[in-house]
């Protein structure tokens, strides 16, 4: 089986511009959850989409936002970008709702300059 | 407030110590516990889970947590560490019905000496 892939792995991006990252769960997972990972802040949940709806969603402002199609794979996107969002993107998949074991991927890196 | 800490940040031990990192959570109702490792350049992976049921669970690569629900601890153990276990360690909780909403710890970086 396939892991779950994140693309792009790297990217950098200026204030003010916006980012769009692209998350591929294992096949047949439905859950989808992000995560940002800094050195300051740690692992930190943004949200979890199930079925194409955001079942959960973190301390994160408006300007984070998220979607799952039919196929479950997910994007997530960053508007405005600031300095602090410079961050390790997770994106990890589930085969359920509920009580899970999550598989994450490799992570997208994005730098904000 | 849900919340998971870890008791350390960073340990250094030597080729075939023992091995135990702390992690306490915080939360009052039904919980699931996991312990994931980030090797150097590596993505997390998962080394054991507790959902339910015995409390001692083992996991890959000689690993094993306690759960212990009177402390709200989940401590991750290991008899004798190897070079190759080097790496950071994540505690994470999520309530019983929020599986995709994991709480991680600060994560411990072990290192080991050979």
């Known amino acids: 089986k396939a892991g779950v892939t994140q693309t792009p792995r790297y990217l950098i991006k200026t204030r003010g511009q916006q980012v769009t990252l692209s998350c591929s769960p294992i096949s047949g997972h439905r859950s989808v959850s992000w995560y940002q990972q800094t050195p300051g802040q740690g692992l930190q949940f943004l949200f979890e989409?199930?079925?194409?709806?955001?079942?959960n969603k973190g301390n994160f402002p408006g300007r984070f936002s998220g979607r799952q199609f039919s196929n479950s794979r997910s994007e997530m996107n960053v508007s405005t970008l600031e300095l602090g969002d410079s961050a390790l993107y997770l994106c990890?998949?589930?085969?359920?709702?509920?009580?899970?074991?999550?598989?994450f991927g490799a992570g997208s890196r994005l730098t904000v300059l | 407030a849900q919340s998971v800490s870890q008791h350390n940040h960073h340990v250094i031990l030597s080729e075939a110590a023992s091995l135990e990192l702390g992690c306490n959570y915080s939360y009052g109702g039904t919980v699931n516990l996991f312990w994931y490792v980030q090797y150097p350049g590596q993505h997390l992976q998962l080394l054991l889970k507790y959902f339910s049921g015995d409390p001692l669970v083992k996991g890959i690569k000689g690993f094993e947590a306690e759960f212990i629900k009177s402390k709200f601890s989940f401590n991750l153990r290991k008899p004798s560490v190897q070079w190759s276990d080097t790496a950071e360690y994540f505690c994470?909780?999520?309530?019983?019905?929020?599986?995709?909403?994991?709480?991680f710890g600060q994560g411990t970086e072990l290192s080991v000496k050979p």
């Open positions: 994470a909780a999520s309530p019983g019905n929020q599986g995709g909403k994991l709480i």
């Open positions: 990890a998949s589930g085969e359920v709702l509920g009580a899970n074991v999550l598989t």
């Open positions: 989409y199930f079925s194409e709806t955001q079942r």
